[in-house]
Structures are given as C-alpha cells and as structure tokens.
C-alpha cells in the first residue's frame, strides 16, 4: 500500500471513530482537553492564540476562543483564501465576528484590517484527523495547515486537541508535512519528540 492510501484509510477509520463518540461524552472529553490546554503555561503566557472554528465531530474550541478573549488575549482564526489556496489570518473580538464560510465552517467575516500574519502568532492550535505519538499529523487532505506553518519565521508551539480515539501508531509523513509539539487528550498530554 501506498503512503496516499495508508493515509486515506487512517483518515477514513479514525474520523469514523470520532464521529461515533455520544454527545454526552463528547461533552466531557472536550472539557478535560480544555482543563489541559488552559492549564499549560505555553498557553498562559501566549497573548495571541491561532484557533480553528471546530467542526462537526472535531475537538471543541469555541468555549477555548471565548474564554481566551474574556482573559485579554488575542484570538485569530483562519479564512480560506480559495482563489489563492491559503489561510488568511483574522483577529476577531468576539464570537458574532465569525461566520459560515469555506465547507460550512465558521470564520472570521471581519475586514482586512484585522489581518494577522504567523509571525504575530505566540501559540498554535490545530486541526486534524489523526495523531501519531511522535507529532505527525493528518489532516484532511488540502495540506491548508502545511503551507501556512512552513512559512514560519520563528519557532511556534504548535498544539493539537484529540480525542484518544484520534491517536494512531504511526503515520506516513512527507518532508513537507508539518509535526505538532503536543497532543492534548481527553486522557494525556502528549508531548511529541
């Protein structure tokens, strides 16, 4: 089996395991990876945080944004560019700044005068559709994450809330692939090498 089909199976039979958490628990599981990331001091002295709109059956992270704005901190979140293929980074002040975008998904709906560049970034948080202990992450397909963070200038702690169900063995990476630092669990944290 190829790498490209490896990865569309992790894909295909994690997001099928995430998607099958019950509500109720995905309730809980979401506050435990919430308590974990607040708790982390690369969170507590970072003042502008890059956030993701979760998703569907993805890790929550609107309570996160809004009490990141209700501590003073800067939220930023992304815009899918479509006609240049990128994320394009926005500051939002508050929740009613966001809405449906790219795939339904919620973004900032603010002018371009809150645009942010990486470089203003102090800690990263990230998507994905699977873990693998050593950092390699796999997202879902469009690589949108990949090409923002390779243009890094400056080293950025790049952290990603999952499930455990979300936590795999190993995943095929390519050079290009971007690794997170930590993977924080509704059960660990995970702290990649």
């Known amino acids: 089996m190829k790498n490209n089909e490896i990865k569309r199976t992790i894909r295909r039979e994690t997001l099928q395991k995430r998607d099958a958490i019950a509500k109720n628990l995905k309730a809980e599981k979401d506050i435990s990876i919430m308590q974990r990331i607040i708790m982390l001091p690369e969170f507590s002295v970072a003042k502008t945080i890059l956030f993701y709109a979760s998703f569907r059956s993805e890790a929550d992270t609107m ?18 560019c479509k006609k240049e293929n990128i994320l394009k980074l926005y500051e939002i002040k508050n929740m009613d700044e ?3 975008g790219y795939m ?12 942010r560049k990486l470089s203003d970034i102090d800690l990263v948080i990230i998507p994905g559709a699977a873990y693998d202990t050593h950092g390699n992450r796999l997202g879902y397909g469009a690589a949108y994450y ?6 890094m ?9 999952a499930y455990e169900e979300q ?8 050079p290009h692939d971007i690794k997170v630092d ?3 669990t509704d059960k660990r944290v995970i702290e990649c090498v």
């Open 63 to 80: 309570d996160m944004i809004k009490l990141s704005l209700h501590l003073g901190k800067l939220a930023v979140l992304p815009r899918v």
């Open 98 to 100: 966001l809405a449906r």
């Open 104 to 115: 339904w998904i919620l973004e900032p709906s603010v002018d371009e005068a809150r645009l």
């Open 146 to 151: 990949d090409k923002l963070l390779a243009t």
């Open 153 to 161: 200038g400056k080293k950025i702690l790049i952290i990603a809330p």
């Open 167 to 174: 936590i795999v063995e190993k995943i095929p990476a390519e």
């Open 182 to 184: 930590k993977i924080i």
